[in-house]
């Protein structure tokens, strides 16, 4: 998947196909580049090196339970 912009002329690579992101996190492609984001309740970086810390566990966000 390759998107053609007509201003700078190139063709861009989508860095999400390889899936550079940790297994929770959203992988948005962008001109040149990628970002990773951890959904709500998750902290970290979001990315797979092993340098940076990927998304971790709930970050302490309660969820009610909702009794019948």
Partial sequence: YRIFTLFDMHIDD?????HPCDEVATCTNEAGSFKCQCPYGYSGFGYKFNDLPGCEGNAGIVVPRIES
């Fill in 14 to 18: 989508n860095e999400c196909v390889d």
